[in-house]
Structure formats: structure tokens, C-alpha cells
């Protein structure tokens, strides 16, 4: 299990390392925020059927996370999920199978937990975020995750600046990055009262 120091440590992409693979740098921000969709967890339930036939046992865990897991959340119409297997790292084991399904290996961040990203955008929009056991980033994800589902102030809170910086991307031709970046600020402030709560911090 992580420590507390390494579940409430934010991460930052460092100045001199480039996440994206070739030819998968990130473009203007292409999905609005939309209003919650009640058919998002059974959109997940597919997504996960489908990678526990494709991975078989490659797959240790799977989560619903991201804003499309907290119901009455707004939320960009892209599903998150955190794919939890033995070694990120070996691409061997699960990108070769994912991408003859149509999946497009994004990222690779060996500094970050040996996180990689892969997305899909047909027959729905979902980032898969692999992740290893014990991942400090899983747990920050579901304690995130629940903490917005029973805390509806914070809820709110966060939907405003979601729509916000749906907005000023938008307006602006940001990527995903600057959308990221504009919320920021209230992510931090939640993840913080959530630590303090938790005993964490």
C-alpha cells in the first residue's frame, strides 16, 4: 500500500521530458464539457467486459474513474479507466493486443509511475490509463472519485470549473493539457481538504 507522502504528492510532468510517443502530441481541445449522462457506468461495463476478453489475466484491476464515474457530474464525453497490471512498463504484454483492437498507444511516462495512456474513439471515446500494483495514482483516483460522489458542495465546485475551462479552451484552441490546467487550482484545493480529512496530510 502507498505511503501517505507518496498518495498526497502531485505530479508534474518535468520541464525536459516530452510524455507524448511520435506523431501523438496533443491537439486543440476537440469535446466540450456536456451536461452527466446516466449511461455512462453502463458504457464502462462494456469497456471493461471487453478489455477483461482481450487482457484475460493481464488484467489485475479495473476502475471507472474521471468525472464521467460521479454521478450528476458534468464531464467531457470521454470515459477513464484505470487498467492496473503487473509491469506498465512491459508494453509486450498489452499494447500489441489493445492496438489490433483499434486502441492508439498515446503516452509513456516512465518518471510517473511508468504510466502509459491509450485511447479509442469509436464505438466511444475512452482513455485507458495503465497503471501497476499499489500505484499512489489509482488510489488518488478513487479516493477523488468517491470523496466528489458523497461531498455534493465540492461537487458543484468543481463542475463550475469544469465548464469554465471547457470554455476558455474552446475559445482559445487549447489542448487537453491547457483544459487540465485552467481547473487546476480547484482540483488541488479538493485534493487537499479531502488529505486533511483522510488524516493524510
Not at 28 to 37: C, G, H, I, R, S
Not at 47 to 72: C, I, K, Q, Y
Not at 109 to 115: G, K, T
Request: hydrophobic fraction near 40%; glycine fraction near 6%; include cysteine.
Amino acid at each position: 500500500m502507498p505511503t501517505p507522502a507518496e498518495i498526497t504528492r502531485h505530479h508534474a510532468v518535468p520541464a525536459d521530458r516530452d510524455p507524448f510517443l511520435p506523431g501523438q502530441r496533443s491537439g486543440p481541445l476537440e469535446v466540450d464539457v456536456v451536461e452527466p449522462d446516466p449511461a455512462w457506468p453502463a458504457a464502462y461495463a462494456e469497456e471493461a467486459a471487453a478489455l477483461r476478453d482481450l487482457l484475460g489475466p493481464v488484467v489485475l484491476e479495473l476502475h471507472h474513474v474521471g468525472s464521467t464515474s460521479v454521478p450528476g457530474l458534468p464531464a467531457k464525453p470521454v470515459l477513464d479507466v484505470d487498467l492496473v497490471v503487473a509491469d506498465p512498463a512491459d508494453e509486450a504484454s498489452y499494447v500489441p493486443v489493445l492496438t489490433a483492437a483499434g486502441w492508439v498507444h498515446r503516452v509513456r511516462e516512465p518518471w510517473w509511475h511508468e504510466h502509459r495512456l491509450l485511447q479509442r474513439r469509436e464505438p466511444r471515446y475512452v482513455h485507458l490509463h495503465v497503471f501497476g500494483p499499489d500505484c499512489p495514482e489509482v488510489v488518488r483516483h478513487l479516493m477523488f472519485r468517491d470523496w466528489l460522489r458523497e461531498h455534493a458542495d465540492d461537487r458543484e465546485r468543481y463542475a463550475a470549473a469544469k465548464r469554465a475551462a471547457g470554455r476558455a479552451t474552446l475559445a482559445s484552441g487549447g489542448s487537453m493539457l491547457d483544459y487540465n490546467a485552467h481547473k487546476e487550482p480547484v482540483v488541488l484545493e479538493i485534493y487537499d481538504r479531502m488529505f486533511r480529512h483522510h488524516g493524510l496530510l
